[in-house]
Nanobody, 124 residues
Framework: QVQLVESGGGLVQAGESLRLSCAAS????????VGWFRQAPGKEREFVAH????????AYANSVKGRFTISRDNAKNTVYLQMNSLKPEDTAVYYC?????????????????WGQGTQVTVSS
């Protein structure tokens, strides 16, 4: 069973950048499609981006399209989320999640494996 650990969160000012990492252990991450989700206080967890197992198919929420980039390095068993031009509304706990589905989805329930999350705070 794969375990996921996120890192790279922090406190930044609006317009700055962060790169989140999702490192896997106990399994080969290339066997999974991976998604990033986020949850702000008082709100439901929402889809941010996903990437397929090996075909490099990606998708993004409209709110982050053009600013965030998801990528993966299967040799390092790691998936990344590069976040540029950050806005205060991007403030949330960010989670990575893995699914064995061939085509990744935007649905929280489709992902069986989750990390513990990393806090991203963007000040105005």
């Amino acid at each position: 069973q794969v375990q996921l650990v996120e890192s790279g969160g922090g406190l930044v000012q609006a317009g700055e950048s962060l790169r989140l990492s999702c490192a896997a252990s106990g399994g080969t991450l290339s066997s999974y499609a991976v998604g990033w989700f986020r949850q702000a206080p008082g709100k439901e967890r929402e889809f941010v981006a996903h990437i397929s197992r090996s075909l490099r198919i990606t998708a993004y929420a409209n709110s982050v399209k053009g600013r965030f980039t998801i990528s993966r390095d299967n040799a390092k068993n790691t998936v990344y989320l590069q976040m540029n031009s950050l806005k205060p509304e991007d403030t949330a706990v960010y989670y990575c999640a893995a699914t064995t589905k061939v085509v990744p989805t935007t649905t929280v329930q489709e992902y069986a494996y989750w990390g513990q999350g990393t806090q991203v705070t963007v000040s105005s």
